[in-house]
């Protein structure tokens, strides 16, 4: 009691210093073996040395900005697809829930209790060729009579949005629930049509949940590579699957760094330009 | 190794330095509880051992390994069996970092395939224990064409667990024609977009060599970039639903797959719950593979050498290789089989006659290593 009244300042400081230490010893300290990983030359037999090989980060690039753009394509589709199926479901939750609220939200993250690659590998059944969905794509005519969708990048963008569909609706959820109701009230007391109401009241109140969602489902579906390899083929390899093969078929540990850190960089990139486009003010709300 | 101390040992002898009361678990430290050749000869109480699934023979209802049952009634030994073992390089890449670093990684036993570069890897890093050659009088069942491998040609460090062929697998109903050649799998246009070919170069390229006419135990620049171009063409034109490790298995079941590259023992365990779907070793040749124990640098040398003592009396094999559906490397197992299952030890797959072994191939060792063959593999697979 005495220390912390002598030395209130250091209080902040205190508090934060587990945190520091964790991101410190488990993030930092890697990233920077990563770091020096990435600049080593050499082979797995004789080893790998440090000599600023900053070839390997031209490599990886000219190698393999298909992989990366890619990946970067169907994360942002997927996206973009888990935004549209979340608002909605998101919405109807916490404004229409009612009673059913907290079995509706475990009912999204149910699936979750199952590990990834089984969920993924269920996928394989559900889109299997004679399977129920195939069957009516079919019928319906959105797919020929030799259509197929597994193993096509319809089938790795539909595995990936499920995937990360929780990271989505849930930060939706939260802004959405925490929206005052009198403010939409309030909009449609001044002649605002529901429309209206949505579009100047709800949807601007929901933009952090918006932000949260795309950014905690993009970033990790950009590094994905279980979809790809599950649900795709070699014409759907993304860079994590890349970066899976340099690090554990080839034991190329400088490569599989480099291409990590270039997927770092290409996703900081597009996260500092939507940050920039939306405003940053929305990222903390 | 020997006279230098892993941080575990350390630690445990630092523990056992504090307490210096434990007299027996002391002289097993002095002892230098690594084992090897002239280590500790006594038996662990506990062995670990990690493997592939379908590898051990289990009772269906008590879900208990029979084998590892009957090993711990007669020598007092508990195996603590884990199948962790599903990808080589994945498995190779989890120990990797602890065995560079002489660290344990709490095993005794581990198990890898000779048409990959990992086993040759670990032997040539130094990562494995020698064999306790003395608690293994019966190596002398080891099948001839098994006792001097390349990667450890005077079987120093590995024995082999079992062997598999890698073939042709199709499903008889829906292809309508037999499929007998990489040709018709790489070029028919009529299983066009439902063929899946394995992942590792061995398996799939080894094929692909044998239908070129050439070797695949002396693998040429050129014998490699031909068949790597026909995989590819293959593979531009569409021919390929999936390059897939082992998950081939449930698509081929369910029909997506007519027909892939497979392994016998996989198909023949299928072929019971689908009598459509048929194994063959292609016109041109098939491959053959082992899979190989090893102990892992910090295993206890001598229960796993006690351990694979006991897996090499025909007796004890015949029981194992009855069940596990994939070839048995101990002389004199089928003949101990046929009296108590005259019709497994009379399947051409897991007991194969002379005429089928001289049917398959083992891959050239050197380029399993060679690090631009295997660039050039993975870009076929798109990464």
């Not at chain 1, 020096?36 to 393999?64: C, I």
């Not at chain 1, 540990?253 to 996260?271: C, G």
């Not at chain 2, 449930?250 to 016998?264: F, I, Y």
């Not at chain 2, 007796?315 to 070839?327: M, S, T």
Request: hydrophobic fraction near 45%; include cysteine.
């Amino acid at each position: 009691m005495g220390f912390f009244h002598r030395h209130r300042g250091l209080t902040p400081y205190l508090l934060l210093a587990p945190g520091l230490a964790w991101l410190a010893v488990f993030f930092l300290v890697p990233l920077g073996f990563l770091a020096y990983q990435s600049l080593q030359s050499g082979n797995f037999d004789v080893g790998y040395s440090f000599d600023w090989a900053w070839g390997n980060y031209w490599d990886a690039l000219e190698r393999y900005h298909e992989q990366l753009t890619r990946s970067v394509v169907y994360a942002g589709l997927a996206t973009v697809f888990a935004l549209l199926i979340s608002y909605p479901l998101a919405y109807w939750i916490a404004f229409r829930g009612g009673r059913w609220k907290n079995l509706l939200l475990v009912m999204i993250i149910a699936p979750f209790f199952v590990t990834y690659l089984i969920r993924t590998l269920a996928w394989q059944t559900i889109l299997a060729d004679e399977g129920p969905v195939v069957g009516i794509f079919r019928d319906v005519g959105i797919l020929g009579d030799g259509g197929r969708l597994l193993a096509t990048s319809t089938a790795v963008v539909a595995g990936i949005t499920y995937n990360f569909l929780p990271f989505m609706a849930l930060p939706l959820y939260v802004s959405l629930e925490a929206i005052d109701h009198r403010l939409i009230e309030a909009a449609e007391d001044l002649y605002a049509s529901r429309l209206q109401a949505f579009l100047r009241v709800t949807l601007p109140l929901s933009l952090p949940g918006v932000v949260a969602g795309t950014l905690l489902t993009f970033i990790p579906a950009a590094g994905d590579f279980i979809n790809a390899e599950l649900l795709g083929t070699p014409k759907q390899a993304m860079i994590g699957n890349v970066i899976q093969s340099k690090f554990l078929e080839l034991t190329d540990y400088p490569s599989a760094a480099s291409l990590s850190f270039t997927l770092m960089a290409v996703i900081l990139v597009l996260i500092a330009i939507y940050a920039r486009v939306i405003g940053t003010e929305k990222l903390t709300g | 190794m020997n006279d230098m101390l892993t941080r575990d040992e350390l630690l445990r002898r630092a523990a056992l330095g504090a307490g210096l009361l434990s007299m027996p678990g002391l002289l097993a430290a002095c002892g230098g509880g690594n084992g090897g050749s002239g280590g500790k000869r006594e038996l662990a109480k506990t062995m670990r051992f990690s493997n592939w699934t379908y590898y051990m023979d289990v009772d269906e209802k008590t879900k208990k390994w029979l084998t590892l049952e009957a090993f711990k009634k007669e020598f007092g030994v508990d195996v603590k069996y884990t199948e962790d073992v599903d990808s080589n390089s994945q498995f190779f890449g989890k120990i990797q970092g602890p065995l560079s670093r002489d660290q344990s990684i709490d095993r005794d036993l581990i198990v890898l395939t000779d048409n990959e570069r990992f086993l040759a890897t670990v032997i040539d890093k130094g990562w494995a224990e020698k064999l306790d050659k003395d608690a293994i009088p019966n190596i002398e069942n080891l099948v001839d064409v098994q006792r001097h491998p390349g990667f450890d040609p005077d079987r120093e460090y590995s024995l082999p667990w079992c062997s598999g062929m890698t073939g042709i697998a199709y499903n008889t109903k829906l292809t309508k024609q037999p499929v007998t050649s990489m040709e018709q799998l790489l070029e028919d246009k009529a299983l066009k977009g439902k063929v899946a070919i394995l992942n590792s170069f061995a398996d799939t390229l080894g094929l692909v060599i044998l239908e070129n006419g050439d070797d695949p135990g002396k693998i040429t620049d050129d014998s490699f970039s031909r068949a790597l171009d026909r995989v590819q063409a293959a593979q531009d034109a569409g021919q390929f639903r999936g390059i897939t490790g082992n998950s081939y298995t449930g698509p081929l079941a369910s029909g997506d797959l007519l027909a892939c590259v497979g392994w016998s023992g996989d198909i023949e365990q299928l072929h019971l719950d689908n009598p459509d779907l048929t194994w063959v070793i292609p016109k041109a040749g098939g491959m053959i593979w082992t899979d190989n124990v090893l102990i892992p640098k910090g295993g206890d040398a001598y229960t796993a050498s006690v351990f694979m003592n006991y897996i090499y009396d025909p007796e004890v094999a015949a029981k194992l290789y009855g069940h596990i559906h994939y070839i048995s490397p101990v002389k004199g197992s089928r003949e101990a089989l046929i009296k108590i299952d005259p019709e497994t030890a009379n399947n051409e797959l897991f007991f194969p006659t002379e005429k089928t072994l001289s049917q398959v191939h083992l891959v050239d060792p050197a380029a399993l290593k060679n690090q631009s063959y295997n660039e050039q593999w993975q870009a076929v697979l798109g990464v």
